[in-house]
T-cell receptor, first 113, second 115 residues
């Protein structure tokens, strides 16, 4: 069965530090991948998505992710985090199962001012 | 445009009762999906409806059911509530008919507490 895993459950960074959150998927075929963010008390918002083409995907709020097929990875990056990036981040994929998303376990990011 | 609206926002129910949650998708969106979010299990897919038909179903017991109306609004029902059903229930709508998770917009969720 398809799965999506996130290595880091909790990450604490200081403002201006660089961020990289890991995400791995485990299925073949057509790969579609997403990163969502959930700010405290808010709904899930799409940060970026990969369907095909350029493996380096740029999203909103300065985030980007790189799809590396050989490593089954889709890591999220941001060069310099801000306090307002404090949130929970989810990697997700529909796999081969249609319009249903399989989510990773999430990573709680806390950015210290 | 209005987002995905879920009602109610908060709900407290007693074990053994049943509950119905509502989701109004973005106008024009025909696909509605439901997810359960808990600290222990994370986000898990419940089911998806498209044009009033259940298109996908996750691994949840039959106590969890749903339906979609002709105006694309959706409801999910949980019967014989258990303490473990306490969770944030999220609804997501999308325009996409092909089914690849593209273009999901999530609602703010209904926080269900079972006591």
């Amino acid at each position: 069965a398809q799965s999506v895993s996130q290595h880091n459950h909790h990450v604490i960074l200081s403002e201006a530090a660089s961020l990289e959150l890991g995400c791995n998927y485990s299925y073949g075929g057509t790969v579609n991948l997403f990163w969502y963010v959930q700010y405290p008390g808010q709904h899930l918002q799409l940060l970026l998505k990969y369907f095909s083409g350029d493996p380096l995907v740029k999203g909103i709020k300065g985030f980007e992710a790189e799809f590396i097929k050989s490593k089954f990875s889709f890591n999220l990056r941001k060069p310099s985090v801000q306090w307002s990036d404090t949130a929970e981040y989810f990697c997700a994929s529909p796999g081969n199962a249609g319009n249903m998303l399989t989510f990773g376990g999430g990573t709680r990011l806390m950015v210290k001012p | 445009k209005a987002g995905v609206t879920q009602t109610p926002r908060y709900l407290i129910k007693t074990r053994g009762q049943q509950v119905t949650l509502s989701c109004s998708p973005i106008s024009g969106h025909r696909s509605v999906s439901w997810y359960q979010q808990t600290p222990g299990q994370g986000l898990q897919f419940l089911f998806e409806y498209f044009s009033e038909t259940q298109r996908n179903k996750g691994n949840f017991p039959g106590r969890f059911s749903g339906r979609q109306f002709s105006n694309s609004r959706s409801e999910m029902n949980v019967s014989t509530l258990e303490l473990g059903d306490s969770a944030l229930y999220l609804c997501a709508s999308s325009l996409e008919s092909q089914g690849n998770g593209y273009g999901y917009t999530f609602g703010s969720g209904t926080r269900l507490t079972v006591v």
